[in-house]
């Protein structure tokens, strides 16, 4: 595996845990569309943003090696990023709908 099919692989499953909890939880759902976007974005931020804790791409693929145990963490951290994106665009949007 590459970096960048991991960076890939870790955005399907932010758009996939959206989506779940969009179809679970229809309180939080912004459609299809909406959920996949804010999966993506969810899922980007949260790596972005905590990924130089040594779990990013880079990281999991150090000199060719693959490294499970990262991966495992990085597949986490975006489901966590997908949904947790959701959460907070509805409790905005909610906010501002008052």
Excluded: C, H, Q
């Amino acid at each position: 595996m590459t970096a960048t099919l991991i960076s890939l692989i870790s955005i399907l499953t932010g758009i996939i845990a959206a989506n779940l909890l969009g179809y679970f939880r229809e309180k939080y759902s912004f459609g299809f569309t909406g959920n996949t976007l804010i999966g993506v974005f969810g899922s980007i931020l949260i790596i972005k943003s905590f990924g130089r804790l040594g779990f990013d791409p880079w990281s999991i693929m150090t000199d060719g090696n693959f490294d499970g145990s990262l991966f495992t963490i990085n597949i986490l951290v975006s489901v966590i990023g997908g949904a947790f994106g959701l959460v907070v665009i509805k409790l905005i949007t909610s906010k501002l709908n008052k």
